[in-house]
């Protein structure tokens, strides 16, 4: 239900006492009053009782009127004449009477009074909810109220005589809870000689002053004042702290952080007011403590430090902590009496400092200290060459920073789009931890992460060499802007937007073209592609000498076969050849550092390989005079089968006999080999195909309906063999129902031999004999299985009629009721018995039994199975004994049949109730060969002397 928070308010409304000789008006509304009207919009089941009809009180029920409804409902008093009232000098009215009034927050119940001259109304009451029940349907718990006094002194001869008043309520469109309000009363009364004051308030509060004031309902310019200290236990005595003050009162000499309340009495000449209060403030603090802390300007010695002032003051003490060296906060200042902001000198370069603060208020004293703030100065700058591998741990290096809009990762796995897909290939020389930005939150524009500075002026040809990754998956790339700075200005020097081809790829980035007058920096930052698949992370970042002879990079290995592959690579420098190492992995072997190969081109074929074999390689540029790079690689690549295995196995068109068996072939051959595996039966994988030199797909037939099969397949190259076995893949064939006559002998439920109630049923079966006129139908269960909730009611249940239709009579349980039906536990709910074992016989004249099942299919269940005969008006049922025995049960090879008539035929289904073996032995017994049955269970029509029974077996 709705209601889950409950805001409860309790309202005490406190009025003077006045004592007066009469009353001029006292006028009970007297529920119910036709005069009343009700007015509004509002659901009419709601409302408990009218009072402008029969009620005696205005109640409510927002919950009975339902979610969704909006309600907006008025009671409008007759117009009240007000003009006797005002000539005898009572112009205070005031309402009163009881409510209850469950509120749930949103909703408003009012009392509203009528300006007849402006024509409007206006709230004179507004209640607040004082119940936590249903009360309010009842109008039992009610409380008194009484409206605040309206003073009608200053109404006009209109205003007077055409004076209303009316309860009104709004749900605001809520669903609420609701209210009662009982037959009210208004009055009249003559205002007190010197009226209480009211609306008390504290304003321009400080440490040590407070402006008190009030609204004057009379006409006092005099007034009293008790101040009560709170924090010094005070407490009220009636009696005042200062006498004849004006309006507003400042009240000085007072605490800092103190709590206080006040009390004020109007001073009328000959008479004085009620006391008014208390009305609670609190002093603020003497010296009000800073906030905001912030350092800028950061650099290597220096920072500015600043802050927020908490009121006027214009002096600080400052303490600074070098964390770095383990300093610890004492109190103490390290500077006094700073301006904000205070700039800080003499730090240590690429150094931890926290630093507090506190305001100096002079004669008020010092506030309390605020902080702490952290901040790092600057490095100073490193010599080229520099590098950075990142390997800290998982932390920003040492004197790099972090920018922008997202921040950098520094991970050795993820996040899950670095590489393709979380898979990094290739490699980088410090290998493990690498800068990496996540894609997945598509709102980054400039995740930036900045080195250190940098002095490259001993750098003849100044280069920035780093490693990249970067793999959209398919999607939209994200992108990699280098920028490096040269003393005056950032500089551009790198975008990348596209994938690295086979992973980490090294750049290389001639910096000769920029004019440093400064120490160099470099900045990396990434926009997010606008999906979230494109991980761009960086490695082993240098600033160094631009190699005479550079690293190549991007190693491929292209148009694999079996025996060859074409390596390639990109060169960053000059080079024309370049030298290769072959390593054959899995052989055994390892890279040496000796080419297998030397001089060659990019691309180079790589021949004679092996087919099915894992290999690496490695390259070396070979830049003549100037020498020879680092060897770069491995990478790793398998060259492929002669003849491939096939891949992603299919069965579809599945049939109760046939199905079509699919495959992906990965090499060209055009024949394959299956071998189709009874699962059900029992059978297993032999290698050995059940169909050879097959198409694709091929069309496996003379299957068993409901059966389980796996299947393998295996490619037929001609002169280069054959594949290996792919597989298994699995499937079954389904269940087609067999309708139950005497013909097949056989009933099972609608979810074959495994009785599987997975979806709602409602099926009527109707089983009639061959010859109505000489025959009956007789069914006898040897399983039955149903669901009911353990008491009455049947999930899934049986019901059968005794003839052709469901409008027969039933044939009903022992134990009463008409269903048929048993639990989860097997325990059969109440009226209703166990079919397992039962003999169930028309006695109709048609011969025929109706059953009708129904089923939720919440659970699944084992269904039932049943025997079906055909017998004779005049034979006795079988119930008490056959015409016949067998034996043994379950059978190997061999069904013995011993009858004391001749027994005519024997036939054999399957549980499908297909026909699997006949035989007619016209003798008094029969041994019925039984070998070449697969083993399960099977139903067996004999018949003897023209009386057919049916029996069931299982094949071992």
């Not at 007849?116 to 004082?130: L, V």
């Not at 000198?345 to 004293?365: I, K, M, Q």
């Not at 792919?726 to 499937?731: D, I, K, L, R």
Request: aromatic share 10%; net charge negative.
């Amino acid at each position: 239900m709705k209601k889950i928070t409950l805001k409860i308010f309790m309202v005490m409304f406190l009025l003077g006492t006045y004592i007066g000789v009469s009353q001029t008006l006292n006028q009970a509304a007297s529920w119910p009053n036709a005069n009343w009207t009700l007015s509004g919009t509002f659901t009419a089941g709601g409302l408990l009782s009218d009072p402008t009809v029969a009620g005696t009180t205005f109640t409510f029920d927002d919950d009975a009127a339902g979610n969704g409804s909006a309600d907006d409902i008025q009671a409008t008093s007759p117009v009240i004449d007000l003009t006797a009232a005002n000539g005898a000098g009572e112009t205070w009215i005031t309402i009163s009477g009881d409510f209850v009034y469950r509120e749930l927050g949103g909703d408003v119940l009012n009392i509203e009074i009528y300006d007849a001259d402006a024509m409007t109304w206006s709230a004179a009451q507004t209640f607040a909810g004082n119940s936590t029940n249903t009360d309010f349907q009842t109008c039992a718990a009610t409380a008194a109220y009484t409206t605040a006094v309206i003073n009608i002194a200053g109404y006009t001869a209109t205003q007077l005589s055409g004076f209303q008043y009316r309860f009104t309520y709004d749900d605001q469109g809520g669903w609420q809870w609701g209210w009662c309000l009982t037959s009210p009363t208004i009055v009249s009364a003559a205002p007190p000689s010197c009226p209480d004051p009211s609306a008390l308030t504290a304003t321009n509060i400080d440490g040590f002053s407070a402006d008190l004031g009030w609204t004057e309902a009379g006409s006092a310019t005099l007034w009293n004042v008790e101040l009560v200290d709170i924090t010094g236990g005070g407490t009220v005595t009636g009696t005042a702290t200062a006498t004849g003050v004006a309006n507003p009162y400042m009240a000085t000499g007072l605490t800092p952080s103190n709590n206080y309340e006040y009390y004020v009495q109007a001073d009328c000449g000959g008479s004085t007011s009620a006391w008014v209060g208390p009305f609670a403030f609190s002093t603020t603090v003497a010296c009000p403590a800073p906030s905001a802390l912030t350092a800028t300007n950061i650099l290597t010695t220096t920072a500015d430090l600043g802050w927020t002032a908490g009121a006027g003051e214009t002096l600080w003490d400052v303490e600074i902590v070098d964390i770095t060296a383990a300093g610890v906060a004492t109190g103490t200042p390290t500077a006094s009496g700073v301006a904000n902001p205070y700039g800080a000198s003499g730090l240590t370069p690429n150094n931890n400092y926290e630093f507090y603060v506190r305001a100096d208020c002079a004669a008020n004293g010092t506030s309390t200290w605020v902080g702490p703030f952290a901040f790092t100065t600057a490095c100073t700058a490193f010599t080229a060459p520099y590098s950075e591998d990142f390997e800290n741990a998982g932390v920003v290096p040492s004197c790099w920073t972090l920018g922008g809009d997202e921040n950098w990762l520094f991970n050795t796995a993820g996040p899950n789009h670095v590489g393709n897909g979380g898979t990094i290939t290739g490699s980088t020389p410090s290998g493990n931890f690498y800068a990496v930005v996540d894609d997945s939150t598509p709102d980054a524009a400039n995740a930036e992460l900045t080195s250190p500075f940098v002095d490259v002026s001993g750098l003849t040809t100044p280069a920035l060499i780093f490693y990249e990754i970067s793999n959209n998956e398919g999607n939209p790339n994200a992108t990699l802007t280098v920028s490096v700075w040269d003393g005056a200005m950032w500089n551009v020097v790198g975008t990348y937007n596209t994938n690295t081809v086979a992973g980490w790829e090294q750049k290389v980035v001639d910096l000769s073209g920029l004019t440093f007058t400064g120490d160099a920096q470099v900045r990396f930052s990434v926009a997010d592609s606008g999906s979230f698949y494109d991980d761009i992370a960086i490695d082993d970042v240098s600033l160094e000498e631009l190699p005479s002879c550079p690293d190549p990079s991007t190693l491929t290995a292209t148009a694999i076969t079996d025996t060859t592959a074409d390596l390639g690579w990109t060169e960053t420098g000059s080079a024309t050849l370049w030298n290769v190492e072959l390593v054959d992995v899995t052989a055994g072997g390892t890279v040496t550092g000796t080419a297998t190969a030397t001089g060659v081109a990019n691309p180079y074929m790589a021949t004679g390989l092996t087919e099915n074999n894992n290999y690496e390689f490695y390259v070396q540029s070979d830049c003549g005079p100037g020498g020879t790079s680092n060897w770069v690689g491995p990478f790793a690549f398998t060259t492929l089968e002669t003849c491939p295995t096939p891949s992603a196995l299919t069965a579809t068109n599945i049939m109760e006999t046939s199905a079509d068996l699919g495959w992906t072939e990965n090499g060209v051959a055009t024949l394959w080999n299956i071998e189709l595996v009874d699962i059900t039966a029992g059978g297993t994988q032999t290698m050995t195909p059940t169909a050879s030199g097959v198409a694709n797909p091929y069309a496996a037939t003379g299957l068993v309906g409901d059966n389980s099969y796996q299947f393998y397949v295996q490619a037929d190259c001609g002169v280069d063999g054959t594949s290996a076995w792919a597989g298994p893949f699995s499937f079954a064939t389904p269940y087609v129902a067999v309708p139950p006559d005497c013909t097949n002998g056989i009933f099972l439920d609608s979810g074959g031999a495994s009785g599987d109630y997975s979806a709602g049923e409602n099926i009527t079966y109707t089983i009639c004999p061959d010859n109505p006129a000489t025959q009956t139908i007789e069914v006898e269960f040897t399983a039955f299985s149903t669901e009911n909730n353990g008491a009455a009611a049947c999930y899934d249940g049986l019901t059968i009629h005794d003839g052709p239709d469901a409008l027969s009579a039933t044939i009903d349980p022992p134990g009463g009721g008409t269903v048929w039906c048993w639990d989860l536990n097997d325990t059969p709910a109440v009226g209703t018995g166990d079919l397992l074992g039962m003999m169930i016989e028309s006695t109709d004249p048609s011969g025929c039994l109706t059953f009708v099942f129904t089923s939720d299919g919440s659970v699944q269940r084992s269904g039932w199975e049943a025997m079906v005969n055909c017998n004779p008006l005049s034979t006795i049922s079988f119930e008490n004994g056959r015409a016949f025995t067998f034996y043994p049960n379950p059978v190997d090879n061999k069904l013995t049949l011993v009858a004391g008539k001749r027994i005519e035929n024997v036939t054999f289904y399957n549980i499908l109730g297909a026909q699997v073996l006949t035989t007619s032995p016209n003798a008094l017994s029969k041994d019925v060969d039984t070998s070449a049955l697969t083993a399960g269970t099977y139903f067996v029509q004999v018949t003897v002397e023209g009386v057919t029974d049916t029996i069931k077996i299982i094949k071992q």
